[in-house]
Nanobody, 126 residues
């Protein structure tokens, strides 16, 4: 059973940067696509970015393209989200999840991911 733990959130001014981490324990995740999702107050959880098992392929929601970079270090069983040029609309709780099936690029649908962590709060002030 894999367990994920997000960290790195905080309060930052608009235009600032943060790097989130998602550390896995219990089993290796190097055969799974991983993703970041976020949930703003009063809104549904939405897809932000995903990364293939090797890290060779990535995908982003349009609103973060060019500002966010997803990466992973399989040796450390950890995934990252580098967030630059942050905007107030990026304020949310950020979650990491793994795609349910291994060796699969997967989808961007929340229901297709599991092993969610507890989330880390990102607050961007204007």
């Amino acid at each position: 059973q894999v367990q994920l733990a997000e960290s790195g959130g905080g309060l930052v001014q608009a235009g600032g940067s943060l790097t989130l981490s998602c550390a896995a324990s219990g089993r290796s995740l190097n055969t799974y696509t991983m993703a970041w999702f976020r949930q703003a107050p009063g809104k549904e959880r939405e897809f932000v970015a995903r990364i293939s098992r090797s890290g060779g392929s990535t995908g982003y929601i349009d609103s973060v393209k060019g500002r966010f970079t997803i990466s992973r270090d399989n040796a450390k069983n950890t995934m990252y989200l580098q967030m630059n040029s942050l905007k107030p609309e990026d304020t949310a709780v950020y979650y990491c999840g793994k795609f349910r099936s291994s060796f699969n690029w997967g989808t961007t649908f929340e229901a297709d991911f599991d092993s969610w962590g507890q989330g880390t709060q990102v607050t961007v002030s204007s």
